[in-house]
């Protein structure tokens, strides 16, 4: 039989954990950057393929034909969704920015 391990769980482990579920932005305007910089970086990607002929690959790893009407339509759908959540993140940072100056003025 092998011997059986048990994890300690201690608070600063769970500490640790947390703190990269939830520290990934730490800025309003650095989360506006990171969607925007994303939402291009995917579009430029988009194009070069669309550019380059054959499939388009889709960030779900979907391949799709851009001769195809079915294939057009999903890119179109694919790319609208990429900016809704790109419009999303930016509103977010937008509101998170205006709160954070009405709490500044009532310190």
């Known amino acids: 039989m092998a011997a059986e391990q048990s994890i300690v769980y201690s608070r600063i482990h769970i500490e640790l954990i947390n703190?990269?579920?939830?520290?990934?932005?730490?800025?309003?305007?650095?989360?506006?950057?990171?969607?925007?910089?994303?939402?291009?970086k995917e579009l430029s990607r988009v194009q070069d393929q669309l550019i380059s002929g054959g499939d388009v690959t889709l960030g779900s790893g979907q391949e799709v034909d851009p001769q195809s009407t079915g294939g057009l339509i999903a890119i179109q759908i694919y790319m609208e969704a990429l900016e809704s959540q790109r419009q999303a993140m930016v509103g977010l940072a937008k509101l998170g920015l205006n709160v954070e100056k009405q709490v500044w003025k009532n310190i």
């Open 19 to 40: 703190q990269k579920k939830v520290g990934f932005i730490a800025d309003f305007a650095f989360g506006e950057y990171i969607a925007t910089d994303t939402f291009f």
